[in-house]
Protein backbone atom coordinates (compact mmCIF):
# COMPACT_ATOMS: atom_id res chain seq x y z
CA UNK A 1 0.00 0.00 0.00
CA UNK A 2 2.86 2.20 0.58
CA UNK A 3 4.68 3.12 -2.45
CA UNK A 4 7.98 2.87 -3.03
CA UNK A 5 8.94 6.85 -4.07
CA UNK A 6 7.26 7.47 -0.80
CA UNK A 7 9.78 4.57 0.67
CA UNK A 8 12.49 6.60 -0.56
CA UNK A 9 11.26 10.17 0.50
CA UNK A 10 11.34 8.90 4.17
CA UNK A 11 14.88 8.11 4.22
CA UNK A 12 15.56 11.82 3.09
CA UNK A 13 15.22 14.88 5.65
CA UNK A 14 12.37 16.63 5.82
CA UNK A 15 9.38 17.98 7.89
CA UNK A 16 6.41 16.11 8.05
CA UNK A 17 2.73 17.67 9.06
CA UNK A 18 0.22 15.76 10.86
CA UNK A 19 -3.66 17.41 10.86
CA UNK A 20 -6.13 16.28 13.55
CA UNK A 21 -9.73 17.31 13.76
CA UNK A 22 -10.79 17.50 17.55
CA UNK A 23 -13.94 19.36 18.82
CA UNK A 24 -12.15 22.79 19.24
CA UNK A 25 -11.37 22.19 15.47
CA UNK A 26 -8.62 21.50 13.02
CA UNK A 27 -5.03 21.03 14.40
CA UNK A 28 -1.19 20.22 13.06
CA UNK A 29 1.74 19.72 14.55
CA UNK A 30 5.25 18.72 12.71
CA UNK A 31 7.73 16.01 12.59
CA UNK A 32 10.49 14.68 10.71
CA UNK A 33 10.71 11.75 7.83
CA UNK A 34 13.62 10.16 8.99
CA UNK A 35 11.61 9.61 12.69
CA UNK A 36 8.66 7.61 10.84
CA UNK A 37 9.07 3.99 10.57
CA UNK A 38 7.01 1.46 8.51
CA UNK A 39 5.41 -1.19 10.48
CA UNK A 40 5.61 -4.66 9.25
CA UNK A 41 1.97 -3.98 8.53
CA UNK A 42 2.87 -0.81 6.61
CA UNK A 43 1.44 1.49 9.61
CA UNK A 44 3.38 4.23 10.19
CA UNK A 45 4.67 4.69 13.29
CA UNK A 46 5.89 8.06 14.57
CA UNK A 47 7.21 8.70 18.06
CA UNK A 48 5.25 11.24 20.20
CA UNK A 49 7.22 13.46 23.00
CA UNK A 50 4.33 15.88 23.06
CA UNK A 51 1.52 15.49 21.04
CA UNK A 52 -1.03 16.38 23.73
CA UNK A 53 -3.85 17.89 21.56
CA UNK A 54 -3.24 15.64 18.82
CA UNK A 55 -3.90 12.59 21.43
CA UNK A 56 -6.71 14.35 22.47
CA UNK A 57 -8.53 15.29 18.72
CA UNK A 58 -7.18 11.52 18.06
CA UNK A 59 -9.94 10.10 20.70
CA UNK A 60 -12.23 12.90 19.09
CA UNK A 61 -11.83 11.82 15.17
CA UNK A 62 -9.41 9.01 14.55
CA UNK A 63 -8.82 10.40 10.35
CA UNK A 64 -6.02 12.20 9.96
CA UNK A 65 -4.07 13.79 6.83
CA UNK A 66 -0.77 13.82 6.80
CA UNK A 67 1.45 15.43 4.36
CA UNK A 68 5.49 14.55 3.84
CA UNK A 69 8.01 15.67 1.04
CA UNK A 70 11.88 15.34 0.03
CA UNK A 71 13.18 17.82 -2.53
CA UNK A 72 16.07 15.14 -2.96
CA UNK A 73 13.56 12.29 -4.37
CA UNK A 74 12.40 12.96 -8.38
CA UNK A 75 9.08 13.55 -8.59
CA UNK A 76 6.04 13.47 -11.15
CA UNK A 77 7.71 16.31 -12.43
CA UNK A 78 11.34 16.97 -12.39
CA UNK A 79 13.15 16.73 -8.43
CA UNK A 80 11.57 16.66 -5.46
CA UNK A 81 8.03 15.07 -4.32
CA UNK A 82 5.54 14.72 -1.86
CA UNK A 83 2.90 12.70 -0.10
CA UNK A 84 -0.99 13.49 1.18
CA UNK A 85 -1.44 10.69 3.33
CA UNK A 86 -5.28 9.80 4.82
CA UNK A 87 -5.63 7.44 7.54
CA UNK A 88 -6.52 6.43 10.78
CA UNK A 89 -4.46 7.36 13.50
CA UNK A 90 -4.03 6.05 17.22
CA UNK A 91 -1.55 6.18 20.26
CA UNK A 92 0.05 3.48 22.09
CA UNK A 93 1.94 3.48 25.46
CA UNK A 94 2.67 -0.06 25.60
CA UNK A 95 3.06 -3.22 23.73
CA UNK A 96 5.31 -3.88 20.77
CA UNK A 97 4.91 -1.32 18.31
CA UNK A 98 5.71 1.35 21.25
CA UNK A 99 8.87 -0.57 22.08
CA UNK A 100 10.11 -0.38 18.65
CA UNK A 101 9.50 3.29 18.53
CA UNK A 102 11.17 3.71 22.39
CA UNK A 103 14.15 2.11 21.68
CA UNK A 104 15.74 4.51 19.11
CA UNK A 105 14.05 7.57 20.58
CA UNK A 106 14.29 7.58 24.30
CA UNK A 107 12.00 10.29 24.63
CA UNK A 108 9.23 9.51 23.27
CA UNK A 109 5.94 8.45 25.70
CA UNK A 110 3.89 6.87 22.75
CA UNK A 111 4.09 5.87 19.28
CA UNK A 112 1.42 7.38 17.10
CA UNK A 113 0.10 4.47 15.10
CA UNK A 114 -1.30 5.17 11.52
CA UNK A 115 -2.96 3.10 9.34
CA UNK A 116 -3.09 4.12 5.92
CA UNK A 117 -5.68 4.24 3.40
CA UNK A 118 -4.52 6.29 0.68
CA UNK A 119 -1.02 7.20 -0.17
CA UNK A 120 -0.98 10.12 -3.41
CA UNK A 121 1.82 11.29 -4.57
CA UNK A 122 1.21 15.25 -5.56
CA UNK A 123 4.65 16.45 -6.77
Not at 33 to 46: A, F, M, V
Given at each position: ?I???MKE???QE????I ?9 MV ?5 Y??I ?30 G?S ?12 L ?7 H ?13 K ?17
Amino acid sequence: MIPETMKEVLKQEGVVAIATLGSDGPHMVNTWNSYIQISEREELLIPAGYFHQTETNIGFNPQVLITLGSSKVRGLNGPGTGFLIKGTAAFHSDGELFEKIKSRFKWARAVLVVTVQSATQTL
